[in-house]
């Protein structure tokens, strides 16, 4: 009896350790990840803190929101630290960058620290959203290795997450501080650092075994984290509706976690169905792959065969990196260099396209506080709009993901059109902001928080398909560095600036001057009007450029893009697909699953 037991807890060892050296739990570890990865999203709700705290002005404030962008989405030095030093070395910098960052925020605006220059700020900003791009290149990076035939589901999952993480993280934070905005600075220091450093081990690159179920997986993660994006916009409303108890923030707070955690649950269920495959006895005729060899043709001699020259091969042959072959990049779908991709029209028009896209929706979003507050919208209805941009921003991350590879596989759909189409859709949340009625702006955060989490799926996956996987941790984070120049000059140049514009002309009309006011305060229809009329304009703009490679790509997607890698993994996936198409092991999974 007791060597029974002690087989059984040697077993249940094994097993859990199968459980966390695999793929899935691996998945599961990112999503908790990226739950952490969107502090940047909810700057619209401490933004009034730090501006009251440190009497900025509203240009000013926009300057603070251009490097949080800035930091958010300029990922090249994380991009290239991953490609030389190994996965867990990037998420500890990016969760020391996280907490340093935030933490000395926190310090500055409750006067434990003497007011800090607006440059400081501008820096500790910059870093604290920096580190979101450091967990972005660890995870996205290596989950795109491990599952590569299923980039598009994956990766609209991995990013909805993050789109997800700014609602997920007010949730907690009110069940933990309450409302306190200052507080809520200081959460968001240290708990995307504690996730990142828990799971640092866990997030690497894993020898691609492809499973002939994997979508029907994914599809099963997706529908866990539907139900979060639905039980939070519930839990929204009702906050809205009611004033919540700290026991209810507690118990909501509950059933979200219950919910991030419920993927471990798949996890282990897919494993338990490895382990009992792996457990049973090989049947030698399961596993036998022939090939069938092409038959020769007959010849007269067939005792001397016939060996090419070598030679003209070997002149022929070029280093791979030489400067000669930075304008001649290789096929689409192929690894291109560094500098390949970066040179190419393709990444051009991807730079263009984010510049009018993220650049105007990230103004929009950081905008959100005071454009609720110059259109007389209460606080906690203020804080309801970030929260929905948080789930639409969700919704249009796991939307072009999923939907634009089942467009693609089925009607080899491209996805630079849907790039299109999602720009053309902000135009109108731009316009309901610009030209306002009672209780337009929840439709205008929803629609700009759809196309602005669309958008950046989609980015990542088509860099993903068009320039390979080799540099892929470089090139992606390369593709949004022209997000902040883009929200630099609209939220910053155009916005703040035409914002103060219109709130010195109010104080004018109250016979005040700057210096009487506190504040630089504008209210009413007109603070926003002419500059989201500028930013439809340019969101238009960008859906046209993207129509360019919809021309230029139209062939390459026409093709079947993920042949490489089915062709890279045939004998050991051939062994799992013989594997999993047993009658036993459908049963086992049907009632598993």
Same mark, same amino acid.
């Given at each position: 009896m007791e060597s029974a037991k002690g087989n059984d807890g040697v077993k249940i060892f094994h097993f859990a350790a199968q459980v966390v050296r695999g793929r899935w739990f691996m998945m599961f570890a990112s999503f908790l990840i990226m739950s952490g990865?969107?502090?940047?999203?909810?700057?619209?709700?401490?933004?009034?803190?730090?501006?009251?705290?440190?009497?900025?002005?509203?240009?000013?404030?926009?300057?603070?929101?251009?490097?949080?962008?800035?930091?958010?989405?300029?990922? *090249? @030095?994380?991009g290239l630290m991953a490609e030389v030093t190994p996965t867990w070395f990037v998420l500890l910098v990016g969760a020391g960058m996280n907490f340093g960052g935030y933490f000395m925020i926190w310090l500055a605006v409750t006067n434990r620290i003497s007011k800090p220059k607006v440059w400081h700020m501008c820096v500790y900003i910059c870093m604290g959203a920096n580190s979101q791009a450091f967990a972005n290149t660890g995870v996205l990076v290596s989950c795109v290795k491990n599952f590569p035939e299923s980039r598009g589901t994956m990766l609209?999952?991995?990013?909805?997450?993050?789109?997800?993480?700014?609602?997920?993280?007010?949730?907690?934070?009110?069940?933990?501080?309450?409302?306190?905005?200052?507080?809520?600075?200081?959460?968001?220091?240290?708990?995307?650092?504690? @996730?990142?450093?828990?799971?640092?081990?866990?997030?690497?690159? @894993?020898?691609? *075994?492809?499973?002939?179920?994997?979508?029907?997986?994914?599809?099963?993660?997706?529908?866990?984290?539907?139900?979060?994006?639905?039980?939070?916009?519930?839990?929204?409303?009702?906050?809205?509706?009611?004033?919540?108890?700290?026991?209810?923030?507690?118990?909501?707070?509950?059933?979200?976690?219950?919910? %991030?955690?419920?993927?471990?649950?798949?996890? @282990?269920?897919?494993? %338990?169905? %490895?382990?009992?495959?792996?457990?049973?006895?090989?049947?030698?005729?399961?596993?036998?792959?022939v090939e069938q060899q092409p038959e020769l043709p007959v010849t007269e001699s067939l005792e001397t065969p016939v060996v090419p020259p070598s030679k003209p091969l070997q002149?022929?042959?070029?280093?791979?990196?030489?400067?000669?072959?930075?304008?001649?990049?290789?096929?689409?779908?192929?690894?291109?260099?560094?500098?390949?991709?970066?040179?190419?029209?393709?990444?051009?028009?991807?730079?263009?396209?984010?510049?009018?896209?993220?650049?105007?929706?990230?103004?929009?979003?950081?905008?959100?506080?005071?454009?609720?507050?110059?259109?007389?919208?209460?606080?906690?209805?203020?804080?309801?709009?970030?929260?929905?941009?948080?789930?639409?921003?969700?919704?249009?991350?796991?939307?072009?993901?999923?939907?634009?590879?089942?467009?693609?596989?089925?009607?080899?759909?491209?996805?630079?059109?849907?790039?299109?189409?999602?720009?053309?859709?902000?135009?109108?949340?731009?316009?309901?902001?610009?030209?306002?009625?009672?209780g337009s702006l929840y439709f205008a955060s929803l629609i700009i928080g759809f196309s602005y989490g669309a958008q950046l799926a989609l980015n990542l996956i088509i860099i993903s398909e068009l320039f390979g996987l080799k540099h892929y941790a470089t090139l992606f984070?390369?593709?949004?560095?022209?997000?902040? %120049?883009?929200?630099?000059?609209?939220? *910053?140049?155009?916005?703040?600036?035409?914002?103060?514009?219109?709130?010195?002309?109010?104080?004018?009309?109250?016979?005040?001057?700057?210096?009487?006011?506190?504040?630089?305060?504008c209210i009413g229809k007109e603070c926003y009007r002419l500059s989201f009329i500028i930013l439809a304009a340019v969101s238009f703009l960008g859906a046209l450029s993207t129509l360019v490679m919809v021309m230029r790509t139209r062939k390459f997607y026409k093709g079947d893009i993920y042949k490489k890698f089915r062709d890279d993994s045939g004998t050991t996936k051939l062994e799992m697909a013989s594997a999993s198409s047993s009658n036993d092991t459908r049963k086992t999974n049907e009632s598993m699953g």
């Open positions: 990865a969107g502090a940047s999203y909810v700057f619209g709700i401490y933004s009034s803190q730090i501006k009251k705290s440190l009497a900025y002005d509203q240009k000013t404030l926009n300057l603070l929101g251009f490097f949080k962008d800035l930091g958010a989405v300029v990922g *090249v @030095i994380s609209g999952l991995l990013k909805g997450f993050t789109g997800l993480s700014g609602a997920i993280m007010i949730q907690i934070y009110l069940a933990v501080y309450g409302n306190d905005s200052k507080s809520l600075i200081l959460f968001i220091g240290w708990l995307p650092a504690a @996730i990142s450093i828990f799971f640092v081990y866990t997030i690497r690159t @894993i020898k691609t *075994v492809r499973q002939v179920n994997e979508t029907r997986i994914f599809y099963h993660y997706l529908y866990i984290s539907v139900a979060l994006a639905l039980f939070i916009m519930v839990i929204i409303i009702i906050q809205k509706q009611m004033t919540f108890s700290h026991a209810m923030y507690i118990a909501s707070t509950t059933v979200v976690s219950v919910l %991030l955690f419920l993927p471990l649950a798949i996890a @282990i269920r897919e494993e %338990l169905v %490895l382990w009992k495959l792996k457990k049973r006895p090989t049947n030698p005729l399961a596993t036998i792959s002149i022929l042959e070029k280093p791979k990196n030489s400067l000669s072959n930075i304008f001649k990049p290789p096929e689409r779908g192929e690894d291109y260099t560094i500098t390949q991709g970066l040179l190419s029209i393709d990444m051009l028009i991807i730079f263009f396209s984010t510049f009018c896209g993220y650049g105007t929706n990230l103004t929009a979003i950081d905008n959100l506080g005071q454009i609720g507050e110059s259109l007389g919208y209460p606080a906690l209805a203020i804080g309801t709009f970030v929260s929905l941009v948080s789930i639409w921003n969700y919704c249009g991350r796991v939307f072009a993901g999923f939907v634009s590879e089942i467009l693609l596989v089925k009607l080899k759909f491209p996805r630079p059109l849907m790039i299109s189409i999602v720009l053309a859709f902000s135009c109108i949340g731009h316009m309901l902001i610009a030209f306002p009625a009672p984070n390369w593709g949004q560095v022209a997000s902040p %120049l883009g929200s630099y000059l609209f939220n *910053v140049r155009v916005t703040g600036v035409l914002y103060d514009k219109e709130a010195l002309k109010q104080l004018t009309r109250k016979g005040m001057t700057r210096g009487e006011s506190k504040e630089l305060t």
